[in-house]
């Protein structure tokens, strides 16, 4: 085992899942030297883990969404924003093109169809989860920023060794109808096994697009990924900044 600790982790891989129309599916996992505690905690500072050139501006809600929560968020998005998180946190939102998604998450709806069923019926459906909270976040999709607002939920499910993160799209400025990630983390003798899953519905993913589109969203996955292992592993969660 302590040979196998000092020998260096494969590169990211990643790869495109069976999908729907106007629907991109991909996949991706990384080895990391630390467990899934750790995982965790870097995962509440949402505020660092999540920045990167296609994420500049990214922050947290407090329990009940205040205005100040968006203070680095463009001023003419920042009432409506403010309207659907707390729209959120009273009485959900439909979403067929989520329930879609969420019906097609196989590994979701395997290891944790309670999990499912919370995300969908939010919040009507009560799931003893270790964490949720609302973050918002500023997103480069390629010309265009848009602004987005996304649930995220920490939940450990009655299999032993398996850490859930799931983020279900809230809101969008634009662009994109729905979006559901699925972070997995297995723990092992040597760190733990993540695997990330995305699946995102939106009406520019049609017609002769869509495999560029694909194509790039596989790759920016894997460097996103190898980028996540090396801030796991290159210093203390406690050394991450709010």
Request: a positive charge; one cysteine or more.
């Amino acid at each position: 085992m302590i040979a196998l600790a000092i020998l260096p982790l494969m590169a990211a891989d990643a790869w495109v899942l069976p999908s729907a129309r106007n629907e991109i599916a991909v996949a991706g996992e990384i080895r990391v030297r630390v467990k899934s505690s750790e995982i965790v905690e870097a995962f509440r500072h949402i505020e660092t883990l999540k920045r990167c050139a296609e994420v500049p501006a990214v922050g947290r809600f407090g329990v009940t969404p205040q205005l100040a929560d968006l203070n680095q968020v463009p001023e003419s998005d920042r009432a409506r924003m403010l309207d659907a998180a707390r729209r959120y946190r009273r009485e959900g939102r439909a979403n067929a093109a989520f329930e879609g998604l969420a019906g097609r998450s196989e590994r979701l709806v395997e290891v944790a169809p309670e999990l499912q069923r919370f995300l969908t019926a939010y919040p009507s459906q009560p799931l003893d989860t270790e964490e949720d909270f609302l973050y918002w976040s500023r997103e480069r999709l390629g010309p265009k920023t848009i602004s987005t607002i996304t649930h995220a939920v920490v939940y450990r499910p009655r299999q032993p060794g398996i850490t859930l993160i799931a983020t279900k799209q809230v809101y969008a400025s634009g662009f994109v109808d729905a979006s559901l990630g699925l972070t997995v983390i297995e723990d092992d003798a040597v760190g733990s096994r993540v695997t990330y899953i995305n699946r995102t519905v939106a009406g520019v993913l049609g017609g002769w697009l869509r495999p560029f589109i694909a194509g790039h969203t596989l790759s920016t996955m894997r460097r996103k990924l190898d980028d996540l292992r090396e801030r796991l592993e290159r210093q203390p969660v406690a050394v991450s900044v709010r």
